[in-house]
C-alpha cells in the first residue's frame, strides 16, 4: 500500500542499514565491500545490480541508505525528484540498531498477532526452528526488547488488522503528503515478488485472513505457546544476550554471502 503512494520508495527487505551501522572505518571505505554487504544482507533478491549498488557506496550512512533508495526508483521507472521517503523493511538483525537510530530515520513497528507470526513460520523454509512454542516465545521477546531501546519521539505503532485505517496516521508520521498513487513505473515489490513464491498476495489489496491462519494451529501447541508467552514476559529485559544471539547468527550468514561474491 505505501508502495503504491507518490513520493514513497519501499526497499526489499534488507539488514543493511543495521550492518552499515557496525563496520570499522576501514570496512566503510571499501565501496566494493559495502555493495557485496547491500546484496548479501537483502534477503529477498534486490532489483538493483551489483554495479548500481557500487555507486551508491559515498558519504555517510544516511547518504548511502538514501542513493539506494534513488536508485530504486530509477529502477522501477519513478521519478527520483518526486521521492521523499524511502522505507526500509527489516527483521533479521533488529537488535543492531545503532546505525540506523543515528540516522534522522523514523521507526514504524507493524505489531501482529503473536499466533499468526508462529503460524507463519510453518509455511517457509526460514521459519523451521521457530516451529517450537518455547523457542518461539524467547524470540518473540528478544524483539519486544529490541523494540524498547528505539526513540520515543521517532517511533509509531501499527496493528496489522487495523491497517487501511491507520494509512492516512502513517503518512502523517512519515511527513508524506497524500498525492495519491505513482503514474506509472512498477512495484519494487512486484519485482522481486518474481523471485519469491511466499510473496504471492503483497502486490494486492490488503486481504486479512489472520482469524482463518491462526484456527489452522493445532490448539495444543496455541496453549504451550500462550504459556511460554506468559512466563517469558518478565524476562523481556534481559533479552538482550537471545537478540544478539540470533542477530550474530544473521551477521555471520551476511559475511559468508559476501566471502562468496568476493571470490
Known sequence: MLDRRKGIICMPESSFPQVL?????????????????????????????????????????????????????????????????ILWKTTRTIGMNEGPIATSGKFVVLRRHPMNVFESQFRVHFGLHNRRPWRFALFLQSYEHAFSRLPKDRLLEL???????????????????????WEGGISSFEK????????????????????????????????????????????????????????????????????KLHS
Open 159 to 181: 496493528e496489522y488488522e487495523k491497517i487501511p485505517e491507520q494509512m492516512s496516521g502513517l503518512l502523517n508520521f512519515l511527513g508524506v503528503k497524500d498525492q495519491g498513487e
Open 192 to 259: 522481486v515478488a518474481e523471485n519469491c513464491s511466499w510473496l504471492t498476495e503483497i502486490t494486492g489489496e490488503f486481504n486479512n485472513k489472520d482469524q482463518e491462519k491462526r484456527a489452522r494451529l493445532d490448539p495444543r501447541q496455541v496453549g504451550i505457546l500462550e504459556h511460554a508467552i506468559e512466563l517469558t514476559s518478565p524476562l523481556r529485559p534481559w533479552m538482550c544476550f537471545i537478540r544478539k544471539h540470533y542477530d550474530i547468527k544473521s551477521l555471520k550468514d551476511i559475511q559468508s554471502r559476501v566471502t
Open 21 to 85: 551501522g557496525r563496520l570499522s572505518s576501514k570496512e566503510r571505505r571499501d565501496a566494493f565491500k559495502l555493495a557485496a554487504l547491500y546484496q548479501s544482507s537483502t534477503f529477498i533478491p534486490t532489483p538493483l545490480t551489483f554495479e548500481e549498488a557500487f555507486e551508491c557506496m559515498n558519504g555517510s550512512d544516511e547518504q548511502i541508505l538514501v542513493s539506494l533508495g534513488l536508485a530504486m526508483a530509477r529502477k522501477t521507472g519513478r521519478d527520483p525528484s518526486q521521492v521523499s521517503s
